[in-house]
């Protein structure tokens, strides 16, 4: 082989090595960008994102006026109805917030219940110079809020429609008469202790839920625990529990035990 024909080749091979550590390097790169084109370089701004977990758990407020998003007047709360609290967020398969679940209750003697609200319909009303420093308000009235639908988790469709309802105990106690669930308010229930027919202390009433007409379909119980801790909150339907009152004093039957309930599907409203 000439040198003339020994140089080509040696160039033809570099070259050729050459383009395929090019090729390499241009995989490489696009291998690199398939692995991370599903995450972004995002700088977090608290004066237009908001964190779910700052929303979860905060006050909503309702106003029959209009909300102007400006800085809150010295007595503008006092205008307002506190409605209860943000316990959800629901989003859709597409990553869209659809609306926010609020947990109604202690308003206008309501029984706790969960209504949906489209995000839109949220103000947020500066309280501050700070971004953070907010009032959550809908515009509603008070009868808008009673008369809302309840919302209903598919979780909590599915774990009722898998409990196997109970038979109202037949309890007499001296001194104590048997009461109907309409003699009574949901303040007078909500915190009433409830026994096994045997007086085992189970657990306590934590909140009642509503029916689309406002009538009283299911109440919580919040079985065990201690000092508030540990707690399990199982729902279960009025005609299930046998309601005694005793000179206000308020009991509340069912024919289980602390375990037994304990085993039941836990309510995630």
């Given at each position: ?10 160039r ?12 390499l390097?241009l995989?490489t790169?696009?291998?690199a960008?398939?692995?991370?084109a599903?995450?972004?370089d995002?700088?977090f701004d608290?004066?237009q994102n908001?964190?779910?977990s700052?929303?979860?758990?905060a006050r909503?407020y309702?106003s029959?006026?209009?909300?102007a998003n400006?800085?809150l007047?010295?007595?503008g ?8 609290e ?6 859709s ?5 659809t609306?926010?679940i609020?947990?109604v209750g ?8 969960s209504?949906a ?11 501050g110079e ?11 009235s008070?009868?808008g809020?009673k008369d809302?639908?309840e ?5 909590d ?9 109970l ?6 106690r001296e001194?104590?008469?048997?009461v109907?669930?309409?003699q009574?308010?949901?303040?007078t229930?909500?915190?009433?202790r409830?026994y096994?027919s045997?007086?085992?202390d189970?657990g ?6 509503l029916?689309d ?5 299911r ?5 065990g625990?201690?000092?508030g801790?540990?707690e399990k909150?199982?729902?279960v ?8 009152q005793?000179d206000?004093?308020v009991?509340v039957?069912?024919d ?6 304990e ?7």
């Amino acid at each position: 082989m000439s040198l003339s024909s020994r140089t080509q080749k040696a160039r033809f091979t570099t070259g050729l090595l050459a383009s395929a550590a090019t090729a390499l390097v241009l995989a490489t790169a696009a291998n690199a960008d398939g692995h991370t084109a599903a995450f972004m370089d995002l700088e977090f701004d608290n004066t237009q994102n908001l964190n779910a977990s700052e929303l979860i758990g905060a006050r909503v407020y309702a106003s029959e006026a209009d909300i102007a998003n400006e800085p809150l007047a010295a007595d503008g709360e006092k205008e307002w109805d506190d409605i209860g609290e943000i316990d959800e967020i629901v989003l859709s398969r597409s990553g869209d917030i659809t609306s926010v679940i609020i947990g109604v209750g202690g308003f206008l003697g309501l029984g706790e219940k969960s209504v949906a609200v489209d995000l839109s319909q949220l103000t947020f009303v500066s309280d501050g110079e700070d971004a953070d420093e907010y009032f959550i308000v809908v515009k509603a009235s008070a009868a808008g809020v009673k008369d809302a639908p309840e919302y209903v988790s598919n979780v909590d469709t599915m774990a009722q429609s898998d409990r196997q309802m109970l038979t109202a105990p037949a309890i007499e106690r001296e001194g104590y008469e048997p009461v109907q669930t309409e003699q009574l308010t949901s303040e007078t229930l909500t915190g009433a202790r409830v026994y096994g027919s045997n007086d085992e202390d189970i657990g306590e009433i934590d909140r009642l839920l509503l029916t689309d007409a406002g009538k009283i379909d299911r109440a919580v119980i919040d079985v065990g625990g201690f000092l508030g801790l540990g707690e399990k909150p199982v729902a279960v339907t009025m005609d299930e529990l046998t309601i005694m009152q005793k000179d206000g004093d308020v009991r509340v039957y069912i024919d289980s035990t602390q375990e037994a309930l304990e085993a039941q599907p836990a309510y995630e409203g």
